[in-house]
């Protein structure tokens, strides 16, 4: 079996901006709600048997006690915000497992998922779905891929080290080093991705790199800069290297079977009749006649 792990947040802000707005039975702003379900329903005519979604029920987490800058809720669309809990009610009632995340992010439910169902010998392969590139860390050969449902390519552990330039155990330095302006975090002072890359493709973390940019056994441009840089900040990077890394251990499922989807809940007719999509409900029915 294969599993698809699908970043909830993600394709809910990116229907968001793609998809004509609509409203609900109840006057409510849903086209997102409607293009996600609408989305995940292709997913499953094509074939998909075991799937789980990940959510941030709540934007802010336990990285904001770690750096007040880390990434808020603050500045995003009213509108958007206001999709989430529809959007998970839609997904349960379509009966597909959702874990809805308040502490911790949607990015270590999906890590967390990733690695225990990598760890049952029946499946074949593990997709999560999103181009993220903090979910690049739990890429793991070929059997953890990250798979871009929108251009439809799939990542494995040499893809990860062709788009970055370090393997996929390396993602949390490397954005320790370069920052992420997604996450609100800003890295070490005059380090990039290209000298970031270039120094943990030979030093894969961030205590690996020597002191002194003269024992260095790399070429990167203004070494002693950035050594000097790094020195300063050892501390900070560490933590920033924290923020970056996905926690793996939150309890997603004990068995992969319950990301088996069976078919609609009851209350998936009245979900489609209020986001004037009645035909998602026969989709759905369709897809269950097939497999019978």
Known sequence: ???????????????????????????????????????????????????????????????????????????????????????????EALGLVVWKTVRYEADDALASAAVRAAGDRRVEQVFVCTPDKDLAQVVDGSRIVQFDRRSGSVRDADGVREKFGVGPGSIPDYLALMGDSADGFPGVKGWGAKSAATVLARYAHLEDIPAAAGTWEVQVRGAARLAAALADAREEAALFRDLATLRTALPVFENVDELRWSGPQPPFFDVCARINAPGYFRRAQAVVASRA
């Not at 799937?51 to 941030?56: C, L, Y």
């Open 1 to 91: 079996m294969n599993v698809f792990l699908v970043d909830g947040t993600y394709e809910l802000f990116r229907h968001f901006y793609a998809v004509p707005r609509a409203t609900s039975a109840d006057g409510i702003e849903i086209g997102a709600v409607r293009g996600v379900i609408g989305s995940l329903l292709g997913m499953l005519e094509e074939g998909v048997t075991h799937i789980g979604i990940a959510t941030d029920h709540v934007v802010e987490s336990f990285r904001n006690e770690l750096w007040p800058g880390y990434k808020t809720s603050e500045g995003l669309d009213p509108e958007v915000l206001r999709q989430f809990q529809p959007l998970e009610d839609a997904l």
